[in-house]
């Protein structure tokens, strides 16, 4: 408080009395512990943390304070900083382009993962329309993961026939892993989930070894004794039947065994990829081109990325 004409025990006590005044009338701030206190309401955090960042006196302070911020890009309390200060400054390529970077670094080491990226990334490209590449990208991964919650599909919101198709299959081998009742009523079920599937089906060799499968399922003419003896001596195999063509045809239903480490490491992936999606989207001025390359790399594998780096894509 400059020129301030009080002792500093005099000047502490009125602090704290006008900081109770602001806690008791406006309810702006609030005490937490003896002598801590913080802003009522988070968003008023945000707010101070993202004009912080921005308001950095110089070029250098501004790129320190930026990659401080995205050092939190993993973490769900940060989120609301991150798309305040991309809307407050007058550039956010560089924020933009430092968070594709943190996210990139997240699993450049896991040569697992890579290789489930490069999976995805290959899947992608069998697709017609080039604009959607990273749509797809990031169909792909998350289809390979379990269980199949309709979050994990929010960055693919535009699928195409292929999509449905390979979606359509994942979930068929996922219900036929499941021990179900020796029954003709889940054989017909079978039987119907693949004439379902051939009607999406183009490529003629996929659709000629699904109709053999199919036609390999017991008839409900038989008893239930020779039904139960084909299943026991059969199914086993007519399953794997089924996923091997899947995997020849198709691509996907790989045996993706990921630790639980990965299984988080791959969430945060996928989250920090939102986050950058959101701010993109997001009320903020990015120049054409890095908007471009950024949308260009989403969700690929770091080899094809050193790859776009050295053509000069």
Known sequence: MPGATLEAEELQLESEAMLKAIEAQHGILTERARGIFSFSYLAFQEYFTARKIVASHNLQALEQALGGLVSHITDSHWREVFL?????????????????????????????LQEFL??????????????????????????????????????????????????ALENLLVEFAIDHSQDFAYVNACSEALNNILVMVLDAGFYKSLQQLRDQLPPPSQNLERLQHWWQKNYSAWVEQLRGAIANYRNIHHPWQFTTEQQQLLQRYYEANQLLIDCLNSNCEITAAIRQEIEATLLLPQKDLEDREWQGD
């Open 84 to 112: 305040l200060t991309a809307a407050m400054l007058r550039s956010a390529d560089a924020l933009v382009q430092l968070m594709k970077q943190q996210i990139d670094a997240l699993v450049a080491q896991d040569s697992y």
């Open 118 to 167: 490069s999976w995805a990334s290959q899947k992608s490209q069998q697709l017609p329309d080039e604009p959607k590449v990273a749509t797809a990208r990031a169909f792909y991964l998350a289809l390979a993961q379990s269980p199949h919650t309709a979050d994990r599909f929010a960055l693919a919101s535009t699928l195409d026939q292929g999509m449905f198709l390979d979606a």
